[in-house]
């Protein structure tokens, strides 16, 4: 691990703005993913921001109904909280299915939606990484694909995004509430904060330089029958190969979002037409344009039979 400078934030202002001044500063929450990389010399910070002493973990009710929940939420909070459990079931779920109980009760909210990718040629630095180093090249074409992404992919990557929660946020609608550099605040969509590879994967997100999250918003309930189907290589402590976060409603109707199968939350808003028709007509639709190799293309069975067992459930 390299040399940095450490400093805690005072206000959210203050830390995108300090984020903003040097080059390779990083914000520091709870740590479960960016001192890993840090060990392995992925990412190489210069200053180290930490964002512990602010008050950003409070999860309250919003006035249209919704619910505010702050960035610095710990993952195990977010996911025992009544509100989650009772009105947006499948983000509970989705929470409970990531990492182990240790991780979740250090996990922050806007940390889930940041993490990067666990794609093997990536925490591999003997290996060429566009993500890692623009321009290097990518060593996953070509290479072993079982685990990569079949959907938005670019000649440039093809990594998946490793979050749950953040399937389960793009299902919900939630927004992304920011504060930059410059004291000026905004809320991106959560279909807009995510991107997709294109020619600069190592741009993961539509945030600015020094940008920092400060909470996440969801829409009020939808109801409908809601649930997370994560299917993984072993029963915990996997990241997903599939997973699909679904909400059904009486009349068939409803949402699907996928995981483990895009560089980001694969959600198709036409596609959900389908859902009345049934599983297949469904992910045929949500899954047009799929690329895969001869290695990672189960991933479109896969799909489809787990959004198939979520539809099968009983409703009501």
């Given at each position: ?37 840090m060990k392995l ?51 509970s779920r989705a ?222």
């Open positions: 691990m390299r040399a940095f400078t450490y400093e805690r934030a005072r206000t959210p202002a203050e830390a995108a703005a300090a984020a903003a001044s040097e080059p390779g500063a990083r914000f520091i929450a709870g740590g479960t993913n960016l001192l890993d990389l010399e992925i990412e190489t910070p210069r200053r180290l921001i930490d964002l512990g002493g602010l008050k950003l973990d409070e999860i309250k009710a919003t006035r249209d109904g919704g619910l505010r929940i702050g960035a610095l939420a710990r993952n195990t909070d977010l996911a025992a909280d009544k509100r989650v459990r009772k009105d947006y079931p499948v983000l929470l409970l299915a990531g990492a182990s109980g240790q991780l979740r009760n250090k996990a922050t909210t806007a940390g889930n939606l940041l993490q990067r990718t666990r794609c093997p040629y990536f925490y591999d630095t003997n290996m060429p990484c566009n993500k890692r180093s623009p321009g290097a090249g990518c060593s996953a074409i070509g290479g072993f694909t079982r685990s990569h992404a079949v959907l938005g992919t670019s000649e440039a990557c093809i990594a998946t995004h490793p979050s749950d929660m953040a399937v389960a946020m793009r299902l919900l609608d939630a927004g992304v509430e920011t504060v930059r550099p410059d004291g000026a605040t905004r809320t991106i969509p959560i279909a807009e904060f995510h991107r997709l590879p294109a020619e600069t994967p190592h741009i993961e997100t539509a945030l600015a330089p020094g940008e920092l999250i400060t909470a996440v918003t969801l829409p009020k309930p939808v109801g409908g029958k809601q649930a997370y189907h994560k299917v993984r290589d072993r029963a915990s402590y996997a990241f997903a190969l599939v997973s699909v976060a679904t909400i059904i409603h009486e009349d068939g109707s409803g949402r699907v979002a996928l995981g483990g199968v895009a560089h980001k939350p694969w959600r198709v808003e036409e596609a959900e037409a389908a859902m009345p028709r049934g599983a297949k007509a469904t992910t045929e639709a949500l899954l047009s344009g799929a690329r895969t190799t001869a290695q990672n293309a189960f991933k479109l069975t896969l799909a489809e039979r787990a959004l198939g067992a979520a539809m099968a459930q009983p409703r009501g």
